[in-house]
């Protein structure tokens, strides 16, 4: 049969031949990597403005595999995600900033919390990925939170590799709740659901009922409910997007990872010309503390009053700033 590459041994020159031959040099281009190592995608700065690799998203595969969740563990993600901002920024290459796209489950179902803590962690998970350096990707409804779908019976589902996984499983002998359990974690349908407007029966979204189920939790998770709530998960998207408008540290500066002594904690600096900037993560739905006490004013918070001194509140994200002193003339 044909074998296919993730980095083919001609791929430079096609992408090359691609380039001119459809003018593409003064464009964005965007290349989808999913298993690209870090040298190659520093290699394809060469012919493409940036490229997504998916291995931060793998972090809870049991040995490859999707299919088979393991737990996931904050530290791995963290030192993948380190790995990869200094060695782009070693290499003079950038990064795509991303947690979510059509083929992955929802993020705040997945590392956050969509229960008890599903405002908290939705902007955590945000202010920790998209104040890193790079080029931030948002997907459909991620801004508001949106979850994984819920569904409790495979007829409810529509993805072909969900339909065609099910089968598998049953053939294996995998029980029908360890197989639902499974497709509500991993099917790329959480990612599918449609838009959620507003609070109408089929969410603003439609005036027919639409190909796959809209989630319930649209009487909630909405534009048109968050739009008027300022603590809202959509109003922090709005505000971290102001914040990389106006702060060229965020936009182009340095990345440094800190460490805090905890390995619930992400943790790193953004340092650049109008100073710099220190973002703390709690990945967990627990307090967690944390060896260093950063200087500067805070901010953002997700929280409504500052963090005790060391201790992270579950889900907490705060973002310290120090202002670059002024060179005397």
């Known amino acids: 049969g044909r074998r296919f590459y993730t980095d083919g041994p001609c791929i430079h020159r096609y992408l090359a031949e691609l380039s001119h031959d459809c003018g593409l040099k003064d464009y964005l281009t965007v290349g989808e990597m ?44 963290f030192d993948l995600l380190d790995e990869w901002q200094k060695g782009m920024q070693e290499g003079d290459a950038w990064n795509t900033l991303f947690w979510s796209n ?98 109408s029966p089929l969410a603003g979204f439609s005036s027919h009922e639409p190909w796959i189920a809209i989630n319930p939790n649209h009487s909630y998770v909405n534009v048109e409910t968050e739009k008027a709530d300022p603590d809202s998960i959509l109003w922090w998207y709005k505000r971290l997007i102001a914040l990389r408008k106006r702060s060229v540290t965020i936009q182009s500066g340095c990345y440094e990872r800190l460490d805090f002594a905890n390995t619930m904690v992400f943790a790193y600096r953004r340092i650049g010309e109008d100073g710099t900037y220190t973002i703390l993560c709690n990945f967990t739905g627990g307090e967690a503390s944390f060896n260093t006490i950063p200087s500067g004013n805070i901010v953002m918070s997700n929280y409504s009053d500052p963090p005790a001194p060391g201790l992270l509140r579950p889900f907490e994200a705060v973002v310290y700033h120090v202002q670059k002193e002024k060179t005397k003339a």
């Open 102 to 199: 059509h083929d992955q489950p929802r993020i705040v179902s997945r590392f956050g919390n969509d229960g008890p803590y599903w405002r908290q962690s939705a902007k955590m998970l945000a202010t920790a990925m998209y104040l890193l350096r790079g080029t931030p990707f948002i997907f459909q409804g991620e801004e508001i939170g949106m979850t994984n779908a819920g569904f409790t019976s495979i007829d409810e589902y529509r993805d072909v590799e969900s339909l065609t996984m099910y089968r598998i499983m049953r053939e294996e002998g995998w029980s029908e709740k360890d197989i639902i359990t499974t497709l509500g974690e991993r099917s790329r349908d959480n990612s599918r659901t449609p838009m959620q407007w507003d609070t």
């Open 34 to 77: 999913s298993s690209t190592s870090l040298e190659n995608c520093i290699s394809y700065g060469k012919e493409l403005s940036m490229a997504f690799s998916f291995l931060h998203l793998k972090v809870d595969y049991n040995d490859g595999d999707k299919w088979r969740v393991k737990p996931f563990r904050p530290k791995v993600l």
